[in-house]
């Protein structure tokens, strides 16, 4: 029993470091993304500027463009896999940044953190002024975020069907659907 205890407070203690560290991400980036991207005297252009510095700096987005595509990512040429990845970074930037502005004032709460298969969870919610409780579920891995849940909708599933579905209207044709995506 003994024995036992002692092997539960050495996984404790080897566990809680990078939960903690996973926690301070979501914190400093939750906070920070309130702080810059909220601020209504700022251009559209800074605001997406700012987006995307966060955006590059806690999401792995190489990971997450890759399970975007899903099964054509190993289809693609490493040319195309980069142009996928400036169009998806451009796409999220367009589709995320201006809506920050509507962010302001808003309560941000990191509440518990655990890990599950190799990835830790950090729950948050957010506040908006005189708006719902959001709960959103943060998935980081290697100090990156790999996906975000809104009220349980996975982010990367999402764009994931989104994607997949653009690519079968060009029939699987990566290079059709790169085009048409650089010219929306």
Request: hydrophobic residues 35%; glycine residues 6%; charged residues 30%.
């Amino acid at each position: 029993m003994k024995k036992i205890i002692q092997l539960m407070v050495l996984v404790a203690l080897y566990a809680t470091p990078g939960l903690c560290e996973s926690k301070s991400l979501i914190e400093d980036l939750g906070n920070r993304a309130i702080t810059t991207l909220t601020n209504s005297s700022e251009s559209s252009d800074t605001i997406e500027s700012n987006f995307l510095k966060l955006f590059d700096e806690g999401f792995d987005v190489r990971n997450i463009a890759n399970f975007v595509m899903g099964r054509y990512w190993k289809q693609a040429t490493p040319d195309q896999q980069e142009r996928f990845i400036k169009i998806f970074r451009t796409r999220v930037k367009k589709a995320y940044a201006s809506r920050f502005r509507e962010y302001k004032g808003v309560k941000f709460v990191i509440g518990k953190v655990h890990n599950r298969h190799g990835s830790d969870y950090v729950e948050s919610t957010i506040q908006k002024p005189n708006g719902p409780l959001t709960n959103v579920e943060w998935r980081v891995k290697n100090d990156k975020i790999q996906d975000v849940k809104v009220e349980g909708v996975s982010m990367s599933v999402t764009m994931r069907d989104d994607y997949n579905s653009l690519l079968g209207q060009k029939n699987g044709d990566i290079e059709a659907f790169l085009k048409d995506l650089e010219s929306r």
